[in-house]
């Protein structure tokens, strides 16, 4: 069977899936794939379907779009952006991709060169190394401090640059751990890759989803150290995943990235790239110009709501333990404590969510899968009271295995 290292977070979890006991009459509630629209408390708004209804229906958008996307598209997106910079973008600065997916396989394809290599923290999202791996670019990964909200180790960055260094990825707000940098903290990245003359590619997928003490804060604001590559899309901040529907951005108003060879590699790029569905782009810049604050406060009260749930019913489980509260984002990463009298008969985070999942029907993604051995990560993005179930039987499963252990000492 193949490895979590070498297969994707879905290929891991259909692995887990399939696992499951059939004689296990608990229902299968999973807390490892970060889809929030698997809940029924998380919804997008009326007017956002109504958008793309709209332009579905005028069947005036049935045909291709540019390559790049459209153009009305790309300064509803340019516009919506320059709202968090001290700079304005334009238009031609976004290109539109199918999801946030898309834009990552653009930014490792475009600044492929031989012996090129990209720094991507650890732990993280496994698509940078899959994209990587198509395009012979090496990965070199550097450590988030769990002890400190999972900033950056600045030095581990500064000792793995060299001169085939082309970027640097930075997530925030945090996949997988629920963090949110400070500007403090992004300036200082900003500043270390200008000292290195690189670039950074601004993973911000989970845009503005900050409930914490850290308010979000776009890496595109020091586009004017240095050049930000800044990938995105509606899937989670609007709750429609499965649209498609992401961005790939140049924050560089000094010009450093975007010269004319760059611009034009990338739109020729482009013409070999699929993009999303042209009635979806349509659709996106009334999405962008009119949904209500309400809605996006709405989907922040409910997180905040389960992340805190989350953090304090791991707080009660004996074999994990969480270092930081989660701030942002869906998900958050929990240490598995197998140094301890509990999980004797559980050797690692890949034995821990094989059996949690035959024996309890909860799925939790192994940390290995996103570069954390002995980690588990849990997403919170669920209804209260699927979450509180779901950890009350992990509570149950490592009590049972403590249990086991005691049984067997007793009878020696």
Known sequence: MQTPTNITIKGILGILMSCLDEKNKKRVISLGMGDP???????????????????????????????????QTRKAISEYLSKDLPYKLTPDDVYITAGCTQAIEVAISILAKPNANILVPKPGFPIYELCAAFRNVEIRHFNLIPEKEWEVDLEEVNALVDHNTVAIVIINPGNPCGNVYTYQHLKKIAETAKKHKILVIADEVYGHLAFGENPFVAMGVFGSMVPILTLGSLSKRWIVPGWRLGWFVTADPNGIFKN???????KKYFDICGGPATFIQAA?????????EVFFTRTLSILKNTSDICFRKIQEIPCLTCPQKPQGAMAVMVKVKLNVPLLKDI??????CFKLAKEESVILLPGLTVGLKNWVRVTFAADPSSLEEALDRVKSFCLKHSHQQKVHIDLI
């Open 37 to 71: 629209t698997a809940y029924s408390c998380f919804t997008t708004t009326h007017l956002v379907q109504d958008s793309v209804l709209q332009t579905l229906e005028s069947h005036k958008f049935n045909g291709y779009s540019p390559t790049i996307g459209l153009p």
């Open 260 to 266: 004319a060879k760059n611009i034009e590699r990338l």
């Open 284 to 292: 996106v810049p009334r999405i962008l110009e009119d949904t209500k």
């Open 347 to 352: 050797s690692d985070d890949i034995d821990f």
